[in-house]
């Protein structure tokens, strides 16, 4: 498996975010999804990573840096296909993002997530994230969950 950077011209990335989309839909309402767009992987405020093989991408996150005050990184569109599940990919494309927030010295990780996530709540919770309140322009909402990090710098 390769590391890649999620490029939005590229057909794997195009498939992968239309399969997170319609995951996120499925679970929950249209109107509380706030994801990461192709067009934004172009932004200089995101890091945008896959893990690729034959199959296209299997796995993916990013971390978008915000700089609200206090600065933060917001991990966006962690995913992992069906059939690669349970392998640790998430843990290790979340490693690549937390390692690289703190080559940018972003004090403070954040992300939201839903209820129905149980699996990626327990993976954040062995990372170490707490839950936290709304933040940035999300707000408070029984179909999100807030949490945070923070990087010993």
């Known amino acids: ?19 997170i989309d319609r995951l996120i839909c499925s679970l929950y309402p249209v109107a509380t999804a706030q994801s990461l767009t192709l067009d934004e992987l172009s932004q200089d405020n995101v890091y945008a990573i896959g893990l690729k ?6 796995a993916c996150g990013a971390i978008v840096k915000q ?6 990184g917001e991990i966006r569109r962690l995913y992992v296909k069906p059939s ?6 998430s843990r290790r494309i979340m490693q690549i993002l937390l390692h690289h927030a703190g080559e940018e010295e972003i004090p403070l990780i954040r992300l939201e997530t839903g209820p129905k996530q149980k699996k990626s709540i327990s993976l954040y919770e062995n ?16 179909q ?3 949490m945070e990090l923070g990087l010993n710098q």
């Open 1 to 19: 498996m390769q590391l890649v950077d999620l490029n939005p011209n590229d057909q794997d990335v195009i498939n992968v975010f239309t399969d």
């Open 53 to 58: 093989n034959e199959d296209g991408i299997v």
């Open 67 to 72: 700089f609200d005050n206090p600065p933060y």
């Open 84 to 89: 690669y599940r349970g392998k640790g990919l």
């Open 127 to 142: 990372l170490g994230f707490q839950p936290c309140g709304p933040f940035g322009s999300y707000s408070e909402n029984p």
């Open 144 to 146: 999100s969950l807030f």
